[in-house]
């Protein structure tokens, strides 16, 4: 059956910010967090602002394609702004109707992250010892300034948002995101390829053009092979979005409606930094393999670490490679997402707890690893409610020998992954993949374990059961534990509005 393309919306790119539905294309990133001390000179400053289109950011992406055809190895300029605004952000601006407290969906927008904490709805560090972000920095909003290279986006930042002062806001706060070199670039400082997975979107950017086309021949619900299509309400709001309640994933559900009128086809922003302890990761890593036994199903660093992940660094999932790489299924090959987890409903290959289990567990059917059809097309509908848009970039320096011989990080030389998603919902998608899924022991099967990438659970070291994949046999699965090698330093929640919102201001 064919892809009923005039069935899906058509998507007003010039409209919507490109960091969003496709993604700022950069090798060097700059967040400015800013606050806003007079509302009045920043509006003047935000209705000049040449923001980066989704229509922008896909021209570059063709030129790009282009030149790599005909074999130019020139780069090409990706010039990118974008802005996203906290609550107190929308509030000094005065958009309308955002303060009624009675409005469904705000709350934890409402809140902020670390709010959230203090309340509970999230297990992360307390927010009084966050490095950055911490209660009291009073940040109104971020600039997203991407660029091919620092002059890029010092040039942006000169065109664009310059000069700060008496311009009614000042900088309270940056970081610096950087694509890591050849041959590690798309590797966070782990070593493994990051961003393999992200979701297909339904929609139209032209009359008869997909957004995300059917490269999965003869299956109309998938983009890449293994790449669900889903309806853009879960990223964008004003479109319709997953039914969770469906038989399969393939239900348009209802319209995620705006809260406001003002946050048509904008989206929520997570921003969180991650400190990666990388050193402290290979030590640990080898240290569990040695508890693995000697038995068939003894794993060695590197086979260990792919269970914990999912994935081999080179992107290639456990699942298609049980016990060694394969370069034919890493990442950018056809098949490197061409998967789910019907055949390891017992966690023998890959871990219940590894990380691409717990984030997108595909098939899998909570509490069951015996399930009907008829219950794993109902999981999968309901999992594909809770999915996010990942917009991530690497920081800090690249690990150094004498760290690795230290086996402990430089304190003076932070490193790991500024984290950026886009969703319509806080609750049921970031939140809920994190504590729900990541932080519970019992995701998704009873004992599985915590996430050991991004799991921010209290307990430590945490528990993580592993694999057999040799013998086949549940009763030989290691039961780990697991430091903490991922530190949340600090994070907030932001809308970024379309541009017209923006301009309205």
């Not at 970081?175 to 929609?203: K, L, N, T, W």
Request: net charge negative; aromatic share 8%; proline share 9%.
């Amino acid at each position: 059956m064919a892809r009923e393309l005039d069935a899906e919306p058509l998507l007003p790119s010039e409209d919507i910010q490109g960091d969003i539905l496709v993604g700022l294309l950069k090798r060097r990133e700059r967040l400015l967090f800013f606050r806003i001390d007079n509302a009045q000179a920043f509006k003047k400053v935000l209705s000049g602002l040449e923001l980066t289109s989704q229509e922008e950011v896909i021209a570059q992406r063709d030129l790009i394609k282009q030149r790599r055809e005909q074999g130019i190895e020139t780069i090409v300029p990706t010039p990118g702004l974008n802005v996203a605004f906290t609550f107190s952000g929308l509030q000094k601006l005065g958009v309308k109707g955002i303060d009624d407290k009675s409005l469904k969906g705000l709350e934890a927008f409402r809140d902020g992250m670390a709010e959230r904490t203090t309340k509970g709805k999230l297990t992360d560090p307390p927010p009084a010892e966050w490095p950055i972000l911490r209660p009291g920095s009073k940040v109104d909003g971020v600039f997203i300034v991407t660029g091919s290279s620092n002059a890029e986006i010092a040039n942006v930042i000169a065109l664009e948002l310059a000069p700060v002062p008496g311009s009614g806001w000042k900088v309270v706060h940056e970081e610096h995101g950087v694509v890591r070199p050849d041959p590690a670039r798309g590797h966070e400082h782990f070593g493994y390829a990051d961003g393999v997975s992200q979701p297909g979107i339904r929609g139209r950017i032209a009359a008869d053009e997909a957004l995300t086309p059917n490269n999965a021949l003869g299956d109309e619900n998938q983009g890449d092979p293994g790449q669900d299509l889903l309806w853009p309400g879960e990223f964008l709001f004003g479109y319709p979005g997953q039914d969770g309640q469906a038989p399969n994933f393939t239900v348009k559900g209802p319209v995620q409606q705006p809260p406001v009128p003002f946050m048509q086809n904008g989206a929520f922003l997570v921003f969180r930094r991650l400190a990666q302890l990388v050193p402290e990761f290979d030590l640990a890593v080898k240290a569990e393999a040695h508890k693995t036994g000697n038995g068939s199903d003894a794993a060695s660093p590197t086979l260990l670490g792919a269970q914990m992940v999912g994935r081999w660094k080179s992107g290639a999932a456990i699942i298609n490679a049980p016990t060694a790489d394969d370069p034919q299924l890493a990442e950018g090959t056809p098949l490197a997402n061409d998967f789910e987890f019907g055949d390891d409903r017992e966690g023998l290959v890959c871990p219940w707890a590894a990380h691409v289990r717990k984030v997108y567990p595909r098939d899998d059917v909570r509490g069951n690893t015996k399930p009907t059809e008829k219950q794993i097309g109902a999981a999968e509908a309901f999992t594909q409610t809770h999915r996010m848009l990942r917009r991530g970039i690497a920081f800090g320096p690249e690990l150094t020998e004498k760290e690795a011989k230290a086996g402990h990080s430089d304190p003076e030389h932070p490193r790991g992954l500024l984290f950026k998603s886009y969703i319509t919902s806080l609750e049921d998608q970031f939140e809920f993949v994190q504590q729900a899924w990541a932080n519970n022991v019992n995701f998704s099967q009873p004992g599985s374990g915590v996430d050991p990438i991004i799991g921010q659970a209290p307990q430590q070291p945490a528990p993580f059961l592993g694999a057999a994949p040799f013998s086949k046999d549940a009763t030989k699965k290691p039961q780990l534990s697991l430091g903490r090698f991922v530190i949340m330093e600090g994070g907030e929640y932001f809308f970024a509005p379309s541009i017209p919102a923006v301009r309205s201001l």
